[in-house]
């Protein structure tokens, strides 16, 4: 049994499956913290025995800081500070659970489709693919090739590019997916037709095919992963096909913006760039935020499609407010867990990275104590070293003060014989998996 197996084996059992009521190990300042958090944070395969208890009772600690630290930041006001970061998070996020309501749910094999992935897996194909400039010319190799008994022979121009390896059987379902449907009706040594691709046309010959066993069933769960990639694309472009036509653009206002901010007018500000909707008017002042960012050799298409993708973008993501995906419990839970992650982080920075503080007498006497580690340097020389060989001490110093201040002014309970029972299940379960695998 792998070391995810059994992580999930344990995670399983302390979960209850999700049947039961959390239960709560900790509250700071009132805010619980329940087994299934402090379970989520248990690291994959096994803790050993004789450091379950302190590496637990440690975690659980890990947690409380982190709460206080959350707080904490929340009473500095550094949310106001991450509400831009916030806001293209929860766009993103939003933008996210779109495409899983909208494309990924819908992408499931029917039973048909179920059906011809396991056809796809039962051959294999040996091949050839010929990509022709123009449709005279692929003519012209067809009809020699079908009338040529020994095509392998033929000779193509040099302007004819031929695909797949020689002599090598490839499976179906790796094939480009409009070539599947001609290759299955093929027979063995037959030419398709010419078939137009983009600015050229194609012609595949069948060489050989074979029936391939699949006694595990992996190619047939290959074949329908491939099935279901590309139906999620077919659903995808239809929805952004939509999407667009949503849209109408000015071409006009979209040059403006290929300039420099710097040279853009008053007067060009107020040119539209589209309307969405046939009512939501879009300016070119409203895309001067992003320009910003633009380099100024950045080519006028990538351009283009950067004022596009901020469009469909914000059309994306009003379709997820109709559809109240924002109201969601899944998601509103997921997006406090990053706003709490972003402010956690951010107080970290501001309240401890940022002041760190290493005095020149601290690295006088670090160089002093230590001269042997800096033959032929100066303190001066060695303070920069010396300053980053102390920091991460001294931040983890400044880290615990901190923290042991909060705890000192918060109110705390843990509840100790839920997470005495916490940390005896672990011992049990994990001596029952050593058993298991012994077996």
Aim: net charge positive; aromatic share 8%; charged share 35%.
């Amino acid at each position: 049994m792998s070391n995810k197996l059994i992580s999930g084996f344990l995670i399983l059992v302390f979960l209850g499956l999700g049947c039961q009521k959390p239960q709560v190990l900790a509250e700071v300042n009132g805010e619980k913290i329940t087994k299934d958090e402090l379970v989520q944070k248990l690291p994959k395969g096994f803790v050993s025995d004789s450091v379950a208890e302190k590496y637990i009772k440690n975690l659980l600690d890990q947690l409380i800081t982190r709460k206080l630290f959350i707080k904490a930041g929340r009473d500095l006001g550094l949310l106001a500070e991450l509400a831009p970061v916030l806001e293209s998070d929860k766009k993103k996020m939003l933008i996210s659970y779109l495409y899983d309501e909208v494309i990924a749910k819908n992408a499931r094999l029917t039973k048909e489709e179920m059906k011809h992935a396991e056809q796809l897996a039962s051959y294999d194909v040996k091949i050839i693919l010929l990509e022709v400039p123009n449709e005279s010319l692929s003519k012209h190799i067809y009809y020699d090739i079908k009338n040529t008994p020994d095509s392998a022979s033929l000779k193509y121009p040099q302007f004819v590019t031929r695909r797949y390896p020689q002599d090598e059987f490839v499976p179906i379902y790796e094939i480009d997916k409009n070539l599947r449907p001609i290759i299955l009706e093929l027979k063995e040594d037959e030419i398709s037709k010419p078939m137009k691709n983009n600015e050229s046309y194609q012609l595949v010959i069948l060489q050989a095919r074979r029936k391939v066993q699949d006694s595990n069933g992996l190619r047939r769960k290959y074949a329908q992963r491939v099935l279901e990639e590309e139906k999620k694309a077919r659903l995808a472009n239809k929805y952004l096909t939509t999407l667009s036509s949503r849209v109408e653009y000015n071409p006009s206002g979209i040059r403006v913006l290929y300039k420099d901010v710097e040279l853009i007018t008053p007067e060009e500000e107020t040119i539209w760039v589209a309307i969405k909707d046939r009512k939501k008017i879009v300016y070119v002042r409203n895309f001067l935020p992003l320009a910003r960012r633009f380099p100024k050799l950045l080519d006028t298409l990538i351009r283009e499609y950067a004022i596009k993708r901020e469009i469909e973008e914000d059309l994306l993501y009003e379709d997820a407010l109709m559809r109240g995906i924002d109201k969601r419990k899944d998601f509103l839970t997921e997006f406090k867990q990053r706003e709490e992650d972003l402010l956690y982080e951010k107080f970290c920075l501001t309240e401890i990275t940022r002041k760190v503080t290493i005095t020149p007498e601290e690295i006088n006497h670090y160089y002093c104590t230590h001269k042997q580690d800096f033959p032929n340097l100066t303190v001066k020389d060695a303070s920069e070293t010396i300053r980053r060989l102390l920091f991460p001490e001294r931040r983890q110093r400044r880290f615990h003060a901190l923290a042991d201040s909060l705890k000192a002014v918060s109110k705390i309970k843990i509840n100790s014989k839920a997470l005495n029972k916490v940390i005896n299940d672990v011992i049990k379960n994990q001596k029952l998996i050593r058993k298991n695998l012994k077996n």
